[in-house]
């Protein structure tokens, strides 16, 4: 087994955001976004776990997203 001597690391984490493809995406503050410029601005602000939220229900949409964002090294939850 290696040994990791790095110590504490802080990730910020973000567990409940509202998204482009969310019923309620923040009174139409993702008007015009893509989904590379929320991932864009996710890994600006080093993000490095995310809660998508949508209170009713998720589409292929919002799961493909969700892979967007994995494959960006974002872990990402369903929320």
């Known amino acids: ?3 990791i001597n ?3 690391e802080w990730l ?3 567990l409940h955001v509202h998204f482009p493809y969310s019923i309620i995406s923040g009174n139409a503050s993702y008007n015009n ?3 590379d410029d929320f991932i864009k ?3 600006e602000e080093k993000i490095s776990v995310i809660g998508l ?3 009713f229900k998720f589409t292929e949409e ?3 997203l969700a892979e967007k964002l994995r ?3 974002i872990s990402t939850f369903m929320n």
Do not use: F
């Open 1 to 3: 087994m290696t040994k």
């Open 53 to 55: 939220t949508n209170y």
């Open 12 to 14: 910020k984490w973000d």
């Open 6 to 8: 790095r110590g504490s």
């Open 41 to 43: 601005k996710l890994c």
């Open 62 to 64: 919002d799961y493909k």
């Open 71 to 73: 494959n960006h090294g």
């Open 33 to 35: 976004v893509t989904d």
